[in-house]
């Protein structure tokens, strides 16, 4: 792939305090355009700005696009890293293929991002806990408004200077468990990351706000009865020494930091189970005290303790409040990997 880079005459300030999550964004973007007939073409770096489309365009009625979200890293040497970027393209041409949008080589996709986060290096922080956030996203560009498979399609980059996702940073996050609304269903857009899926959660989200809680935990979407993921992130407990996640369904996403958060739990000797976890289950382990430790994990939000959970009229305090022993444990090895601070013996980092 041929990018063309266009550099910005103007460049911003670059933002060092208080930078909050998706606030602030870099110099420059990359598009590349797809049309049937002709394939992807027009691969570009240019300068930031807001871009100029067709009313009609099938996104804005149909909803057809689909993002991902990874990280690059500066590493205490100076040197800036990816996270496991290959896994993004993979999860991204899976939720394209649901959505009928058009597939991405994936070598393409990391090249892109590897190159936008080269001409914007100096925007990645240095401060342990800060990174620069890549926002890349595909969707349907047709100026019609039939309801028809997609001819023409947009790939972005975007990026963003971030520190933590919630305000709470490490601190426990306040979760409530939603009765009422689903998510997605089997067979539905649940295990890709589609726009959608967040328009359809956002009721929910203000109702829980609007009552101090910082994000919704679905419940699945047919019996209303097993835990599924958080808003923005994948779901972990601890019950009765036992680490336990709900195993991939079909209806929720499947996280790269929830693999991740596996794989070194499991390295570190910890056996981790993938199961069904009924809402019943997860009570009855708030009521008896059972249940040790909940932390949720997801690109955004990395490993963020869950202090309290909501239901049906009470609200359980997980580990008083306190980040527990293997969610802090947890966090220190994955940031760790992350940031370049410890070894990374599982290969997963790709220096820039
Ligand atoms: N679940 C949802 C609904 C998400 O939006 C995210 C964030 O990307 C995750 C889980 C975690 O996925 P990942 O670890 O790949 O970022
Ligand atoms: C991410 O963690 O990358 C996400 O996409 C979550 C997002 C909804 C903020």
Same mark, same amino acid.
């Given at each position: 792939m041929n990018i063309s880079i266009t550099k910005t005459t103007s460049p911003k300030t670059i933002p060092t305090e208080n *930078? +909050?999550?998706?606030q602030h964004f870099t110099d420059h973007m990359f598009l590349m355009d797809y049309d049937?007939?002709?394939?992807?073409?027009?691969a570009r770096i240019v300068p930031f700005d807001r871009i100029s489309m067709h009313p009609a365009a099938t996104v804005f009625h149909y909803g057809s696009e689909v993002f991902e979200g990874l990280k690059a890293y500066r590493r205490e040497d100076g040197k800036v890293q990816l996270f496991r970027p290959y896994e993004n393209a993979k999860r991204i041409n899976s939720s394209a293929e649901r959505i009928r949008l058009p597939l991405i080589d994936e070598e393409d996709f990391v090249a892109a991002i590897k190159a936008l986060v080269e001409v914007d290096?100096?925007?990645?922080?240095?401060?342990?806990?800060e990174s620069l956030y890549i926002r890349p996203f595909l969707f349907g560009n047709d100026?019609? *408004? +039939?309801?028809?498979?997609?001819?023409k399609a947009t790939f972005m980059i975007i990026l963003s200077p971030s520190?933590?996702?919630?305000?709470?940073g490490i601190n426990p996050v306040k979760i409530m468990i939603e009765k009422?609304?689903?998510r997605a269903v089997k067979g539905?857009?649940?295990?890709t990351k589609c726009g959608g899926n967040y328009a359809a959660a956002n009721r929910a989200g203000e109702n829980a706000e609007k009552k101090g809680y910082t994000q919704v935990l679905w419940l699945d979407?047919?019996?209303?009865?097993y835990i599924e993921e958080v808003g923005a992130m994948n779901v972990m407990f601890k019950i009765n020494g036992e680490i336990v996640t709900p195993e991939l369904?079909?209806?929720?996403l499947p996280g790269i930091t929830r693999k991740s958060c596996i794989e070194v739990l499991r390295s570190e000797g910890y056996k981790v189970s993938e199961r069904l976890i009924s809402i019943d289950e997860l009570v009855e382990a708030m009521k008896n005290g059972t249940l040790e430790e909940a932390w949720g994990c997801g690109t955004a939000a990395v490993v963020s303790p869950i202090g309290k959970l909501y239901y049906d009229g009470t609200e359980y305090e997980v580990n008083n409040n306190q980040i527990g022993e293997v969610t802090q444990k947890l966090y220190d090895l994955l940031t760790g990997i992350q940031w370049g601070k410890l070894e990374d013996k599982f290969d997963w980092t790709i220096e820039i």
């Open positions: *930078l +909050g999550f998706g049937r007939a002709t394939g992807w073409s027009n290096e100096k925007w990645v922080p240095s401060k342990f806990g100026e019609t *408004l +039939g309801v028809h498979s997609i001819k520190g933590s996702y919630y305000p709470e009422d609304d689903v539905g857009t649940g295990y979407g047919i019996y209303r009865k369904s079909g209806s929720i």
